[in-house]
Every structure is written in C-alpha cells, then in structure tokens.
T-cell receptor
C-alpha cells in the first residue's frame, strides 16, 4: 500500500464547470505526479511536483493547473472542463528513500464531463 | 510514432500457459524499465523493476531487457486466472524528475 488517497473516486460534471481533484499521501515524499489514462494512450503525464510550491508541466498539461501548498496534498484543477478531459486520473508518488525508486499509484478518479 | 509501443492485445491463454508480453521503444536514453499490473478499476501496481540490460526473475515473473534492440519483455509462467489484468510497460532515463513513459498496456485473460 503506497499510502495514496484520491478524492473523489467518481465525478460527473458539465462542460465549462471548474473541477478539482485531490491526491493525499501519508508518507511525505517530495515527488508527486498526475496522469490521465485513456484507451489506446496508456498513462500520460499532466503535471508533477518536486516539493511544496514546486511544480512543472508534463506532456498533456494544457487545460490543467496544479497546486501543492502542503507536502501531503497535490491538487489538480480543470479551470473550465471540456468533454475531451473525460478520463481516469491517477496520482503517483515516488518514495524518497533512494534515487532509483519507481512510482507508486493511487486507485484513480473517474471523471465524466457531459 | 509513440516513444513506447506495446501491443494492446487482447491476449487470452489457458491456465498454466506461459504469457509473453513485450514493448519496444525509440529513446536510447531510457535506463530504467518497469512492468505494472492493473486490475479493472484499480491503479497500476508495480510488478518488476529493472535497470539496463539483462534478466530479472521474481517468482513466476521474469523481466528481460535488451537495450541493443530497444526491446523489453515480461514472461509469466504457470499463469493463473488471478493474472488476468492489463500489463503496462514503463521506462525512464536518468533525469532527476523521474518522469515515466508508458506503453498503452496489454490486456491479458487467463482462462480456467
């Protein structure tokens, strides 16, 4: 168990509304990541964080913003949701115990934009 | 062309068979290679983690990396119905951000 909790687990909302997804970790690791998973594309990185207030873009960052005001929480915001952002969103952490630790994932948030 | 290519399957095998999965990649900077298993409606779970070329064995699972051919494989021996899942390959280079590149995943069904 990687100690990652994602909330909400499911959400249905309408086009144009703001949406915020939360990732909470219990182990205080520096690196946290947000991915989206779509059929045929695998997991694609949206944004990642390497510390409080330190974030950077991934390959599919357009339309998304992130914030990290506490080590344990990493928030993903869709400022104005579009149907193309319907997806399953996963948060991941990388344990700090050594340089070469792999990433561990939460159980995801299923987001539907109608 | 995608950086990591993985045949999506689906792959269906009888219980006890050997499952063979593979990925090819184009970025010669990749040094670390992972296989994740993902059950339906769950997050990816790390299965195998290897560095550079060679074989690594863990119980019924064997991971192979051939950097000269840019090709990685995962073998599952004596497959069980509980091995039915989607298998994702992932890899990264040496950079400090630890960003991963994933294959699209192969869906495997082991028939009892």
């Amino acid at each position: 168990d990687a100690g990652i909790t994602q909330s909400p687990r499911h959400k249905v909302t309408e086009t144009g509304t703001p949406v915020t997804l939360r990732c909470h970790q219990t182990e205080n690791h520096r690196y946290m990541y947000w991915y989206r998973q779509d059929p045929g594309h695998g997991l694609r990185l949206i944004h990642y964080s390497y510390g409080v207030k330190d974030t950077d873009k991934g390959e599919v960052s357009d339309g998304y913003s992130v914030s990290r005001s506490k080590t344990e929480d990493f928030l993903l915001t869709l400022e104005s949701a579009t149907s193309s952002q319907t997806s399953v969103y996963f948060c991941a952490i990388r344990r700090d115990s050594s340089r070469n630790q792999p990433q561990h994932f939460g159980d995801g948030t299923r987001l539907s934009i109608l | 062309q995608k950086e990591v290519e993985q045949d999506p399957g689906p792959l269906s095998v009888p219980e006890g068979a050997i499952v063979s999965l593979n990925c090819t990649y184009s970025n010669s900077a990749f040094q670390y290679f992972m296989w994740y298993r993902q059950y339906s409606r769950k997050g990816p779970e790390l299965l195998m983690y290897t560095y550079s070329s060679g074989n690594k064995e863990d119980g019924r699972f064997t991971a192979q990396v051939d950097k000269s051919s840019k090709y990685i494989s995962l073998f599952i021996r004596d497959s069980q119905p509980s091995d039915s899942a989607t298998y994702l390959c992932a890899m990264r280079g040496r950079s400090n951000d630890y960003k991963l590149s994933f294959g699209a995943g192969t869906t495997v069904t082991v028939r009892a």
